[in-house]
């Protein structure tokens, strides 16, 4: 007999759940790891370079601010593709982001023998310790660097209407989703990697923090996300920041430098979704904590 078992017959006759049916193939994402730990500044400074970077794989890397740098230690992603690098963000305070930056191009274009690419650098948001490197990019041969605005933001990721339009950008071979997040930030933004599975959601979905300036718009961005990621791969959700523990609702108080038992860096997709709960039931604004982040409202 060849037949089907009932169950998997159903599921392939309401062809409705293939996003829980098993992924033997990885669910086609290009892989990549993330670190165990990062060298976040201390316990005594000058013992590590100001960024580390970490290659999640040979077409994508993850630099993370040293902490006796900047007590924020960002993250910063860099996307390559076959035509153009999309780099998020440029660090905060004062650091030689862009030369940082150059030797990540430079060693991947030697690898593929071709000339450096385009650089395009996009935000995550437009807040201090996102933005305090991009004069250094502006004044960086064969780079845009996109201006803080709404208008710039919609005309170089292609999003139709703000903030529930959805835009994207092409690397060439590899295709961001970039879409608006408002509540953290007015120019909060969304991108998602088709490669390798990946959504960075900046400020508004890390293991630490979440301020919130806009509750409205915080919440119905966080529904889009929910929405976005209905369906789709989502490997890691990953963003700007660890202010949590390893220790469940833990966190390192504001301005910690040395961080020697942090969260991973990233999250799943439960956590998106027990953000979207909590807030869907929150009739006002109220700080409150869970295993992985806390909600904060401003
Ligand atoms: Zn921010
Ligand atoms: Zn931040």
Redesign the pocket.
Known sequence: MRSLPLSLGLLLVCGCYWAQAPEPDGGGVRAGSLPLAWHTGGPRCGDAPEWEIHAYNPDLYILRENGCVNYEKPFLYLFFGSDKVLLIDTGAGETHVASAVSGVIDEWAARNHKPPPPLIVGHS?S?D??IAGDAQFRARANTTVVQLSMEATMQTFEIPHWPDGMGKIDLGGRVIDVFPIPG??VLSLAYYDRQTGILDAG?SLYPGRL?VHDFPAFVASTERMVRFTEGKIVTHIVG?HIEQSRTPYLDYKVGTKYQPDEHSLDMGRGQLLELNDALAHMKTPVRMAFRDFTIWPM
Do not use: A, L, Q, V
Request: aromatic letters at 12%; glycine letters at 0%.
């Open positions: 948001h807040h310790d996102h953290h930030d400020d301020y700007c």
